[in-house]
């Protein structure tokens, strides 16, 4: 089974940026798309970016413009550098695959995920 460690994540003001990493640990790393999702507080978990193996990248409307996703297959990481963050992007950032994520009912399938706070 495929396992995703997620790193970066902390506390800042609003308007500062952070960069989120995810290391993957399977050989097929470079061939499946990869998606960032997040849950906030009280709230259900969500998708918020996607690359796919041949870079092409989709976000949620809420943070086009300031994030963007990548990913370097050499390293198994996928990144979400975060910029401008705002009091709203608080939550809990996990990574995963595509067809995982959608695909998942139960919490076996997500890592312990990353913190990042933005105060105001």
């Known amino acids: 089974q495929v396992q995703y460690s997620e790193s970066g994540g902390g506390s800042v003001q609003a308007g500062e940026s952070l960069r989120l990493s995810c290391v993957g640990s399977?050989?097929?790393?470079?061939?499946?798309?990869m998606a960032w999702y997040r849950q906030a507080p009280g709230k259900q978990r969500e998708w918020i970016a996607t690359?796919?193996?041949?870079?092409?990248?989709h976000y949620l409307s809420p943070v086009k413009g300031r994030f963007t996703i990548s990913r370097d297959n050499a390293k198994n990481t996928l990144y979400l550098q975060m910029n401008n963050l705002k009091p709203e992007d608080t939550a809990v950032y996990y990574c995963?695959?595509?067809?995982?994520?959608?695909?998942?009912?139960?919490?076996?399938?997500w890592g312990q995920g990353t913190q990042v706070t933005v105060s105001s």
């Open positions: 995963n695959d595509l067809l995982i994520a959608e695909g998942s009912s139960s919490d076996h399938s």
């Open positions: 399977g050989s097929d790393f470079s061939t499946i798309v």
């Open positions: 690359i796919t193996a041949g870079g092409t990248t």
